[in-house]
């Protein structure tokens, strides 16, 4: 059997050992150092944005976003439902009440709609949000003009989770920067990596000013420890963000090659009666940290995303059916939640495909190969070919 094709695998730019020497040579190996800094400085200029504070993930700096903004136990904090639990999470770690939004068709992000029928009702209820948390899902942007003319006319903050999305624009903007706070993820398969790490980014120095303060233990100016807040633990490595600063040198090839992984599946399997791909409109750019496809069953002739996920994987390739919507999961399914379906239904007959900056055109080949060789032997579903090795 060939090697295992990853779904988004960690990719080296070149100059990442550099700094990371620089740090061992220097004994910056605690967290903090020029590292951080440097990388923060770059994250900024690359972003145009003021201010950026690097953390140790995207769940972190989504907790220190939510602290920031006053979130506090019974406050109600509207939320997209299609995504990862790490969005949601930390509304639950402050005690708030996460409100679940469902998607809209053409970006599967929060639907403005829904999101203005759910303030509505809400406000009705005596329950006025305080802050709105939008998912920029697979790296492709939500409808940000209606959503922010929304939340400025309720006067509720918006906090965007960028995490998936380093590298994407709405109307030329990078994503994250156009919210009242942005947050970022470098986990090991996003688009570019630090190991684990994240970051929180705003024009607000405040509040900044504040994640970096609650980040390092909320440790007074004092001459020995003094503590009047509780802090957390949430400070990126110097080490690690050496790794950030070598992976950011690379960021626009990056975007490139994954773009081009799109272009290949959407070129060979956009023809296919059944498969469908989501699609760029209007103001939007999307970095395509992952691309994914729809399978209609009834078009392709009894093949589901399944079917396709598990042919796959006989065949050493990793696919992923898109995020299972947080108002279907047993944790957090009791919570309000304003849907119409449509994140139910991307679940259902989505699939994302292996999507790295690292594949090469003969792991592309293989991939087509193996998705081709199901739809076309839809004989073969339960019988023992499925171990076959193309």
């Not at 939500?142 to 309720?154: G, Q």
């Not at 594949?359 to 199901?374: H, K, V």
Request: glycine share 8%; aromatic share 8%; with cysteine.
């Amino acid at each position: 059997m060939s090697s295992k094709i990853w779904l988004s695998s960690p990719h080296m730019g070149g100059n990442e050992m550099k700094y990371i020497n620089e740090a061992f040579e220097t004994n910056w190996i605690a967290p903090l150092g020029p590292n951080v800094s440097a990388f923060e400085n770059e994250l900024a200029n690359y972003l145009q944005v003021k201010y950026v504070a690097a953390l140790n993930s995207g769940s972190s700096a989504i907790h220190l976003a939510l602290i920031i903004l006053g979130i506090k136990s019974g406050d109600e904090v509207l939320v997209s439902s299609f995504t990862f639990s790490a969005t949601v999470n930390p509304i639950v770690y402050q005690g708030a009440v996460p409100v679940l939004i469902d998607s809209e068709e053409e970006t599967w992000n929060m639907s403005p709609e829904l999101l203005e029928e759910a303030i509505k009702d809400r406000l009705s209820k005596g329950k006025k949000p305080k802050a709105i948390i939008l998912v920029h899902l697979y790296g492709m942007p939500a409808k940000m003009d209606e959503i922010m003319s929304i939340a400025n006319n309720y006067e509720i903050p918006v906090i965007e989770d960028a995490a998936e999305a380093l590298g994407s624009k709405y109307s030329g903007r990078s994503l994250g920067t156009i919210g009242d706070i942005g947050i970022l993820s470098f986990n090991g398969n996003k688009i570019i990596t630090t190991s684990g790490g994240g970051a929180l980014i705003s024009n607000s120095e405040d509040y900044v000013k504040q994640a970096k303060f609650l980040s390092a233990q909320a440790r007074d100016n004092a001459p020995y420890y003094q503590h009047s807040q509780i802090g957390y633990n949430y400070r990126m490595s110097n080490v690690l963000a050496g790794i950030g600063r070598g992976q950011l040198e690379v960021i626009k090839e990056r975007i490139q090659q994954r773009r081009s992984n799109f272009d290949f599946y959407y070129k060979n399997l956009n023809r296919i009666s059944g498969i469908s791909f989501l699609k760029e409109i209007e103001k939007n750019f999307s970095n395509r940290w992952l691309t994914t496809i729809l399978v209609d069953s009834i078009k392709t002739g009894g093949v589901t995303n399944i079917d396709i996920r598990l042919f796959c994987e006989k065949n050493n390739i990793e696919t992923r059916q898109l995020w299972k919507p947080m108002h279907l999961q047993p944790i957090f399914r009791n919570y309000p939640s304003y849907v119409k379906g449509v994140s139910e239904r991307l679940f259902d007959i989505g699939l994302c495909l292996p999507s790295g900056s690292n594949l090469t055109d003969g792991d592309r080949n293989q991939i087509l190969s193996s998705i081709n060789y199901i739809l076309n032997n839809k004989n073969c579903l339960n019988t023992d070919i499925l171990k076959k090795e193309l």
